[in-house]
């Protein structure tokens, strides 16, 4: 986004590359993806409106739903723990402090299977074995629930009646002062992971779903999609030419992965430099040029989604998948700044 929002302001500025269209056109070309966003949103609210009684998105973008996770965020741990957003002694004393909470008490207390990071889905089926998640037509009571849980633990936080940070209330994870140390390290790690996609793999044999037949077959009709074959039940009954299949395909894309591992990282390398250069020479003309002034919009990209995930990672959850997102923007850094452009 801040990415996207940098592009905009320059597309909108009288630069000589922009010369070519009127400001009214330029203007109209931001305006119509920004609508036609705004009208998709508008019409899944609508269609929630009239289908569950509720004028929301989803329901995790709910403003109940941030109050009644984010008063639990908000109430401090009696010891720090990695990627715990809702400790278990918060999690007691929550209890106490709110009725509405304490009917979960049942549902929420023991061990879990879930990673502590995942404590949001923990809550939420918590609340569906409560009870109110029961009428699939109406999901008014469902937010009249996290509605009152979200007031009796902020009240509780504002009146002393639970030691909680003094934030507002919000599903964003807690920074403490101890992940001060951590940034450096995971955000070098991570860019290091992206450059070279380390998270890449081309064997999948032995990759599959343990889940039973039952619910296999339940998720293949409720998506339409052919998970079904996925079962590891099935591995031993395929034929011979199929697996010859997959192994050739495998041998193609591990070429193709080892050399996009060793390929990629030195090209970005080489494009920071003549990105650089580029610059350096636009400020010493002291006159903007198309390619790297976008480049630096690019670029940016690139390292707003870093710090993000750098943020995400130190709190919450290790991030493998989402940095799948920077494969793409770090090609298009690359060929971008590399090849050459006739500019205006």
């Known amino acids: 986004m801040p990415g996207l929002l940098a592009f905009a302001f320059i597309y909108l500025l009288p630069f000589r590359w922009n010369s070519g269209n009127s400001l009214m056109l330029r203007l109209t070309a931001l305006i119509i993806p920004l609508a036609s966003l705004g009208l998709v949103n508008m019409a899944v609210v609508s269609k929630n409106e009239s289908h569950y009684g509720v004028s929301v998105v989803n329901e995790l973008k709910s403003s109940e739903f941030s109050r009644a996770l984010g008063g639990l965020m908000r109430i401090r741990h009696d010891e720090l723990e990695e990627h715990v957003i809702v400790s278990k002694d918060a999690q007691a004393r929550a209890f106490r402090a709110s009725p509405a909470f304490a009917e979960l008490e049942p549902?929420?207390?023991?061990?879990?299977?879930?990673?502590?990071?995942?404590?949001?889905?923990?809550?939420?089926?918590?609340?569906r074995m409560a009870g109110y998640y029961d009428d699939p037509g109406d999901a008014t009571r469902t937010f009249d629930f996290y509605r009152r849980m979200g007031n009796e633990i902020n009240d509780a936080c504002e009146n002393g009646g639970l030691d909680c940070h003094d934030r507002s209330p919000s599903i964003r994870p807690v920074w403490h002062a101890e992940y001060n140390s951590?940034?450096?390290?995971?955000?070098?790690?991570?860019?290091?992971?992206?450059?070279?996609?380390?998270?890449?793999?081309?064997?999948?044999?032995?990759?599959?779903?343990?889940?039973?037949?039952?619910?296999?077959?339940?998720?293949?009709?409720?998506?339409?999609?052919?998970?079904?074959?996925?079962?590891?039940?099935?591995?031993?009954?395929?034929?011979?030419?199929?697996?010859?299949?997959?192994?050739?395909?495998?041998?193609?894309?591990?070429?193709v992965?080892?050399?996009?591992?060793?390929?990629?990282p030195v090209l970005f390398a080489v494009a920071l430099l003549v990105h650089i250069f580029q610059v350096g020479g636009m400020i010493r003309r002291r006159q903007f040029k198309e390619k790297p002034v976008f480049g630096l919009v690019i670029l940016g990209s690139i390292f707003t989604i870093l710090c993000l995930l750098t943020y995400v990672k130190i709190t919450i959850w290790p991030v493998p998948r989402p940095l799948h997102t920077l494969s793409p923007i770090i090609l298009l850094y690359v060929v971008y700044i590399l090849l050459p452009v006739e500019e205006k």
């Open 257 to 264: 992965g080892t050399i996009y591992q060793n390929l990629v």
């Open 182 to 255: 951590r940034i450096w390290p995971t955000f070098s790690k991570l860019t290091w992971t992206a450059l070279s996609n380390e998270l890449f793999r081309s064997d999948t044999v032995g990759i599959g779903s343990k889940e039973d037949i039952d619910t296999l077959f339940y998720n293949d009709l409720l998506t339409g999609e052919s998970t079904l074959r996925k079962s590891i039940y099935f591995e031993k009954k395929l034929p011979n030419y199929y697996r010859h299949i997959v192994l050739v395909k495998q041998a193609f894309m591990g070429v």
């Open 107 to 127: 549902y929420l207390s023991g061990e879990s299977k879930l990673p502590a990071s995942f404590y949001i889905w923990r809550l939420r089926s918590a609340v």
